[in-house]
Nanobody, 124 residues
Framework: QVQLVESGGGLVQAGGSLRLACAASGLTFSDYTVGWFRQAPGKEREFVSASTWTTQSTYYADSVKGRFTISRGDAKNTVYLSMNNLKPDDTAVYYC?????????????????WGQGTQVTVSS
């Protein structure tokens, strides 16, 4: 059974940093595209970042480019999202997801597995 578990969310002031972690069981991230998404209250879930380890490709939404970094942990079943210079508009529940294809994809419907999410709140 596949399970994705996010951690690392919290409350931070604008300009601060957080690092989110996504731990997987039941799959190996190297065989998947791994994505981070976020959903703010009253808004649709939106793409943040994705990575494929096989092709060593990464991709970011314009709104986070230069501030967020997706990376793999030493274990192949852990992925991180490092978030710097956080802004109030970054406030959302952040989700980790995995897709059974090795290519950068940004659409919610293309991902097969999802975590429960972790709350990130950025105060002004």
């Amino acid at each position: 059974q596949v399970q994705l578990v996010e951690s690392g969310g919290g409350l931070v002031q604008a300009g601060g940093s957080l690092r989110l972690a996504c731990a997987a069981s039941g799959l190996t991230f190297s065989d998947y595209t791994v994505g981070w998404f976020r959903q703010a209250p009253g808004k649709e879930r939106e793409f943040v970042s994705a990575s494929t380890w096989t092709t060593q490709s990464t991709y970011y939404a314009d709104s986070v480019k230069g501030r967020f970094t997706i990376s793999r942990g030493d274990a192949k079943n852990t992925v991180y999202l490092s978030m710097n210079n956080l802004k109030p508009d970054d406030t959302a529940v952040y989700y980790c997801a995995a897709a059974r294809q090795v290519s950068i994809i940004t659409t919610v419907s293309s991902y097969n597995y999802w975590g429960q999410g972790t709350q990130v709140t950025v105060s002004s």
